[in-house]
């Protein structure tokens, strides 16, 4: 038998296995792995607070972070790298999105979803523009254009265009 598994020119019979729950423990061990500080490589800094996370997670969930983080390899002896949000992301915005990048749930309420849909437009954070519509929709259960002007939502936002049909 060859190294590549075939048998006098015929292909041995393969077999896949594929893991329903591999994903989601990788990703509770990387939230554990954060909230105890381990493996952590970059900190981000959300209006002055300090938040420890892992580049891979955050570059693979957001394109802001990944291109912030483009270039930065984090080769020994390298200071830590830190990243400093701009003002329009907030901390009551920036916290779900964070928690949603390593847990894959997004915890929305009526005092934090203006604040985590600007955030994730800012960011480049999607896939979240149903859950937002539908945690708006359950909140002022008729009319969505009336739930977008009654957080204060732009017609403007990406996340948002959706929304106001």
Same mark, same amino acid.
């Given at each position: ?11 041995? !019979? ?23 500080? %381990? ?14 996370? &892992? ?16 270039? &930065? @390899? ?7 790298? %830190?990243?400093?949000? !701009?003002?329009?992301?907030?901390? #009551?915005?920036?916290? !779900? ?7 894959? #749930? ?35 259960? @008729?009319?969505?254009? &009336?739930? %977008? @002007? ?16």
């Amino acid at each position: 038998m060859s190294a590549g598994g075939e048998r006098g020119g015929e292909a041995a !019979p393969l077999y896949v296995y594929e893991s329903k729950v591999h994903c989601a423990n990788v990703l509770l061990s990387l939230e554990e792995q954060r909230r105890q500080g %381990i493996l952590c490589d970059v900190t981000v800094l959300v209006e002055g607070r300090e938040v420890r996370a &892992h580049r891979a997670v955050l570059a693979a969930s957001s394109r802001y972070f990944l291109q912030a983080l483009l270039g &930065h @390899n984090g080769t020994a002896g390298e200071a830590e790298l %830190i990243i400093n949000l !701009p003002d329009k992301v907030t901390a #009551k915005g920036f916290a !779900p999105l964070l928690q949603f990048a390593y847990t894959a #749930k997004l915890v929305l309420s009526q005092e934090n979803i203006h604040e985590v849909i600007l955030c994730a437009d800012f960011l480049g954070v999607h896939n979240l523009e149903d859950s937002c519509f539908r945690f708006l929709q359950a909140q002022l259960q @008729n009319d969505s254009q &009336h739930a %977008i @002007n009654a957080v204060g939502l732009d017609q403007g936002s990406s996340v948002c265009r959706g929304l106001a049909m």
